[in-house]
């Protein structure tokens, strides 16, 4: 600025401030900024030399026809001023980045505040502010182990889940793991941070070398018992969930990898002869419906679908009988039923369905019992494409009423309506649903036979 002014005081004699509503000329009587002048000024020769301009501001001292031409396409005045009253007159941005200008009008230095961005003086609290602002911070100058955990604490006050990482992935890289360790050990929020970014990021051996200070057991066992996933070899994956049934458990959870290892080392057995079957067409119901998918690594429901849908007329004693799964695993009896209905539904092997619900008493009657309830039975056998005298004999056994009428009505097993309004003495709503069925039918006449008795 104080450059500027003595530039400025330089040029009194040439540039007066109060002229700036006087129309400038130059020597060809047009005037300073229009159309034509430019035109001839941009024509005209730029090669004269600083000298040169110095000498013709001596001479034109008292007119404006003498400016130099790199300043000639606005006023001085208005560079100062910030004002711009011609309009082909250039922006003070403009003004400022000219050569010609900058030996009278040098450019002036930025504010001290523009800046602060690229300081380095910044203390944690700012630092963690600045973070939270999506400001780029350098945080290496945070050399001392006092200095790292205060913008670790600040971090963790901000409540950002951004800068809290951010912070811990630079005293990860900067920390000797002991001295990291032992400091999140009283820090809870920043150490749930970290074993979340680890996890995500999997970095295995840092998580459970950290677990491991921290004497969390079952948190070792169960990072360690997830390297499965990453082992593709069905033979590999098996010894290794095999080693992990030692490891430190709970109760619930070793009964879960116990039963993992069964599953699997079950479906390596299964899987080995059923492909020997279907190779060698031995087996019909390979033959009729073949195999869309390997039964590796399966779940134990898609174990037991598949065990229902192909072996399930074979003897306990077998490891592929859908009861031996039943039985080794434990598996409740409304999820074996769900799970044999639909098998045995897609195959239309409606004896085996009917097998599957009907119980004999003590004194050998029997009956039909379902533990999934007769309403959700008749739900899948529809999605089944059950016919309709299959639909009625399971529709008969929902007890409640309306729910019985809803599904006969919506899956049109006729008599079931027809029973039903007559057990109730509704002669209203049969007669009703008389105009529902078809004429002549022999539901039409089953409903007339009852309405005339």
């Given at each position: 600025?104080?450059?500027?002014?003595?530039?400025?005081?330089?040029?009194?004699?040439?540039?007066?401030?109060?002229?700036?509503?006087?129309?400038?000329?130059?020597?060809?009587?047009?005037?300073?900024?229009?159309?034509?002048?430019?035109?001839?000024?941009?024509?005209?020769?730029?090669?004269?030399?600083?000298?040169?301009?110095?000498?013709?501001?001596?001479?034109?001292?008292?007119?404006?026809?003498?400016?130099?031409?790199?300043?000639?396409?606005?006023?001085?005045?208005?560079?100062?001023?910030?004002?711009?009253?011609?309009?082909?007159?250039?922006?003070?941005?403009?003004?400022?980045?000219?050569?010609?200008?900058?030996?009278?009008?040098?450019?002036?230095?930025?504010?001290?505040?523009?800046?602060?961005?690229?300081?380095?003086?910044?203390?944690?609290?700012?630092?963690?502010?600045?973070?939270?602002?999506?400001?780029?911070?350098?945080?290496?100058?945070?050399?001392?182990?006092?200095?790292?955990?205060?913008?670790?604490?600040?971090?963790?006050?901000?409540?950002?889940?951004?800068?809290?990482?951010?912070?811990?992935?630079?005293?990860?890289?900067?920390?000797?793991?002991?001295?990291?360790?032992?400091?999140?050990?009283?820090?809870?929020?920043?150490?749930?941070?970290?074993?979340?970014?680890?996890?995500?990021?999997?970095?295995?051996?840092?998580?459970?070398?950290?677990?491991?200070?921290?004497?969390?057991?079952?948190?070792?066992?169960?990072?360690q018992y997830r390297e499965h996933l990453n082992i593709q070899d069905v033979e590999?994956?098996?010894?290794?969930?095999?080693?992990?049934?030692?490891?430190?458990?709970?109760?619930?959870?070793?009964?879960?990898?116990?039963?993992?290892?069964?599953?699997?080392?079950?479906?390596?057995?299964?899987?080995?002869?059923?492909?020997?079957?279907?190779?060698?067409?031995?087996?019909?119901?390979?033959?009729?419906?073949?195999?869309?998918?390997?039964?590796?690594?399966?779940?134990?429901?898609?174990?037991?679908?598949?065990?229902?849908?192909?072996?399930?007329?074979?003897?306990?004693?077998?490891?592929?009988?859908?009861?031996?799964?039943?039985?080794?695993?434990?598996?409740?009896?409304?999820?074996?039923?769900?799970?044999?209905?639909?098998?045995?539904?897609?195959?239309?092997?409606?004896?085996?369905?009917?097998?599957?619900?009907?119980?004999?008493?003590?004194?050998?009657?029997?009956?039909?019992?379902?533990?999934?309830?007769?309403?959700?039975?008749?739900?899948?056998?529809?999605?089944?494409?059950?016919?309709?005298?299959?639909?009625?004999?399971?529709?008969?056994?929902?007890?409640?009423?309306?729910?019985?009428?809803?599904?006969?009505?919506?899956?049109?097993?006729?008599?079931?309506?027809?029973?039903?309004?007559?057990?109730?003495?509704?002669?209203?709503?049969?007669?009703?649903?008389?105009?529902?069925?078809?004429?002549?039918?022999?539901?039409?006449?089953?409903?007339?036979?009852?309405?005339?008795?």
């Open positions: 600025l104080k450059e500027s002014k003595q530039a400025v005081n330089s040029l009194r004699d040439i540039v007066d401030d109060d002229d700036d509503d006087l129309e400038r000329v130059s020597w060809s009587g047009e005037p300073v900024g229009s159309i034509s002048w430019s035109i001839k000024e941009t024509a005209s020769s730029s090669t004269s030399s600083l000298e040169g301009r110095d000498s013709s501001l001596q001479k034109g001292s008292s007119s404006y026809a003498a400016f130099p031409k790199q300043v000639s396409s606005y006023s001085l005045s208005s560079l100062f001023k910030g004002r711009n009253k011609l309009p082909s007159f250039q922006s003070l941005s403009d003004a400022l980045s000219d050569t010609g200008v900058k030996n009278y009008a040098p450019e002036l230095r930025r504010p001290k505040a523009e800046y602060k961005d690229y300081s380095n003086d910044w203390s944690p609290k700012d630092t963690v502010r600045r973070m939270q602002r999506g400001k780029v911070c350098s945080l290496e100058r945070f050399r001392s182990l006092q200095d790292k955990l205060v913008l670790l604490d600040e971090a963790v006050a901000g409540h950002d889940g951004n800068v809290i990482t951010a912070v811990l992935i630079f005293l990860k890289r900067t920390l000797r793991r002991e001295i990291l360790f032992r400091e999140l050990e009283v820090r809870q929020v920043a150490l749930c941070h970290l074993i979340h970014f680890l996890k995500e990021t999997g970095e295995q051996k840092l998580l459970l070398d950290l677990l491991r200070f921290l004497d969390r057991t079952e948190e070792v066992a169960l990072s590999k994956r098996r010894e290794f969930l095999k080693g992990c049934i030692g490891l430190p458990f709970s109760a619930e959870d070793t009964s879960h990898i116990q039963d993992h290892y069964t599953l699997l080392e079950r479906q390596i057995i299964i899987e080995t002869n059923d492909r020997h079957l279907e190779t060698s067409g031995q087996s019909e119901i390979f033959r009729k419906y073949p195999r869309k998918a390997s039964i590796l690594n399966m779940p134990l429901v898609t174990t037991l679908f598949y065990s229902c849908f192909y072996h399930y007329t074979e003897a306990e004693g077998t490891f592929s009988s859908p009861t031996n799964l039943k039985k080794t695993f434990k598996i409740p009896d409304k999820q074996y039923v769900l799970t044999a209905l639909a098998a045995r539904a897609k195959l239309r092997a409606w004896d085996d369905v009917d097998a599957l619900f009907t119980t004999k008493n003590w004194l050998g009657y029997t009956k039909k019992k379902a533990p999934i309830g007769f309403h959700r039975v008749v739900e899948i056998l529809q999605r089944s494409s059950a016919p309709v005298q299959v639909l009625q004999e399971y529709v008969r056994l929902v007890e409640d009423v309306e729910t019985r009428l809803s599904l006969a009505t919506k899956y049109k097993c006729h008599d079931v309506v027809i029973e039903t309004y007559k057990d109730l003495k509704d002669r209203i709503q049969l007669t009703a649903y008389k105009c529902k069925v078809e004429r002549g039918s022999a539901e039409e006449e089953k409903i007339n036979s009852i309405l005339n008795n």
